[in-house]
């Protein structure tokens, strides 16, 4: 079974930084694509970002572009995300979720999420 | 970037067929074949229902189709149950290595 683990969720004072993980298993890891997707309070999820299998392609959505950075480990079957500048509106919870295939653009797995709380 | 569109909410009664529409533009829904759907109950993470346009993840109910004609994306939910009662998102790749959702569309099963 694919369980997907993430952490690094927390309360944060807005400019600050964090950092998630996401700890895969069950499955080839460095067979597909992941991404990131957040869901804030009352509101749909929205796409934060994605990498491609082997690391050769990312994306990130406008509203966190030149602030948060995806990375993936393959030898560790693990997933990061690095958000730098944090705001207010980048309260949410947040899902590490697998693609079914190798290049970011459907997402077929999703994690139970971990809550990143932007507040002074 | 801007959100697709979905209606705010559809409904209909069991054993029905509902659509639920996912409009966007000639850089999104219609420039690609990358469409994706999505189920969520209250308090669960969304669940992929239709891939690239019109496929079923194994595990599905073939109760679920998808469609796309132009700019506009489309799921079909036939025989409603009482479970398909949920929130449902559309997805598309939107070109520059970027992916948008829609708004969501509440199904309501009367």
Redesign the interface.
């Known amino acids: 079974e694919v369980q997907l683990v993430e952490s690094g969720g927390g309360l944060v004072q807005p400019g600050r930084s964090l950092r998630l993980s996401c700890a895969a298993s069950g499955l080839s890891f460095n067979g597909y694509a992941m991404?990131w997707?957040r869901q804030a309070p009352g509101k749909?999820?929205?796409?934060v970002s994605?990498i491609n299998w082997d690391n050769d392609?990312?994306?990130?959505?406008?509203s966190v572009k030149g602030r948060f950075t995806i990375s993936r480990d393959n030898a560790k079957n693990s997933l990061s995300l690095q958000m730098n500048s944090l705001r207010a509106e980048d309260t949410a919870l947040y899902?590490c979720v697998k693609d079914?295939g190798g290049i970011?653009?459907?997402?077929?797995i999703?994690?139970?999420?971990t809550t990143v709380t932007v507040s002074s | 970037q801007s959100a697709l569109t979905q209606p705010a909410s559809v409904s209909g009664s069991p054993g029905q067929s509902i659509t639920i529409s996912c409009t966007g533009t000639s850089s999104d829904v219609g420039g690609y074949n990358y469409v994706s759907w999505y189920q969520q109950h209250p308090g669960k993470a969304p669940k992929l229902m239709i891939y690239d346009v019109s496929n079923r993840p194994s595990g599905v109910s073939s109760r679920f189709s998808g469609s796309k004609s132009g700019n506009t994306a489309s799921l079909t939910v036939s025989g409603l149950q009482a479970e398909d009662e949920a929130d449902y998102y559309c997805c598309s790749h939107a070109g520059s290595n970027t992916l948008i959702f829609g708004g969501g569309t509440k199904l309501t099963v009367l």
Do not use: F, L, Q, S
């Not at chain 1, 749909?44 to 796409?47: A, M």
């Not at chain 1, 392609?57 to 406008?62: E, I, K, V, W």
């Open positions: 991404h997707v749909g999820p929205e796409w994605g392609r990312t994306g990130y959505a406008d899902y079914v970011y653009r459907n997402m077929e999703w994690g139970k999420g």
